[in-house]
């Protein structure tokens, strides 16, 4: 068994599944064992926990015996657990100040790709909604076809970006709202059961728990923090792709909206982010690759040719001088090591892989070549 899933299970039912709280714990101690092995003096780590929680993480039994029974679960049901420290725990989620702790994973894509971006929006879309996502999606897998699309399985513009991104031939990952034991709504079980095969379910609940309302908001914050963009398309002036694109900005994330016909009720929500300039109007893919300064197709090499010694600026030393010393790191300890903002060091580690220097393996981590 592996014991840091088994606490990480536990912790997270220990702390009433409130995400920061159990991230907190896990980033104050280092990981979820050592927080169970200091239950009894939660204070002494985290210095502002409540009376209520040093009282309530005392007694660990029922969610020790929980994270026993969900453990026996994922192993019967090849269902893979993804603790925060894990390699395959999406990286671009780890950076969110109220990441799981825990994820649940059945599928096969990466999660940790070059390109992550998710489509979002109403759960009543329109014809014009429908023809946007097949458009968009089928243009960008002729520029870009190495992007991993999420959404969220709902009705509507959620359901039809996955279909979508399956007939390009995409991986598509859906963000769910409730334990792998079950499909919600369950008329999309068919398509769920291909992207098992050609992407993949994620989930931060266990089994046996309901998708109630408040879950569908909750899962949204993956929804966008797995993404580096989330594109919303089709909106009535409130929804939960409106919340998605909230918490996409405040992780510090691109948004970007599909405009609408003037007064039609789908479109509201889109057109008012526009209006506000809380999301960048977008039209096409080609206009979408161009904001996010994607590689296309045409732009990529077969082979890039490494100069002997090229020329690095003194950020591009620093990264490829914590290489040498240890190779193959991730994202977010280049960033520590060097001291450097995440979105700052992307783009780094971008120019440094243009010049032949770096190569982004599986897992998020960055290899250096010399």
Known sequence: MNDEIYYSIA????????????LRLYQAMGSSQAVYEHRKDIGDALADATPRLREAMKNWDEALRRAAAE???????GIKALALNDNDYPQRLRQCPDAPIVLFYKGTADLNPRYVLNIVGTRHCTTYGQDLVRRFLGDLRQQCPQVLVVSGLAYGIDICAHRNALQQGYDTVAVLAHGLDQIYPPRHRDTAVEMVKHGGLLTEYVSQTEALPNNFRQRNRI??????ATV???SAIKGGGLITCRIAQEYGRDVFAFPGAVGMPYSEGCNHMIRNNTAALV????????AMGWQTM???PEAIERQLFPDLSPEEELVVS????????Q??????KTNMPIGQLTALLFQLEMKGVIRPMAGGTYHLLV
Request: aromatic residues 6%; glycine residues 4%; charged residues 15%.
């Open 298 to 300: 045409q732009q990529q």
């Open 232 to 234: 919303l398309i089709e």
């Open 331 to 336: 994202l977010n300890i280049i960033s520590v």
């Open 71 to 77: 453990m026996e679960f994922i192993t019967k049901s």
């Open 322 to 329: 914590l290489l040498q010393q240890t190779n193959d790191l």
């Open 11 to 22: 912790l997270t039912r220990m702390t009433g599944f409130n995400a920061s709280i159990a």
């Open 283 to 290: 039209t096409s893919a080609q206009d979408f690759i161009e």
């Open 223 to 228: 929804v966008a923090g797995i993404s580096d």
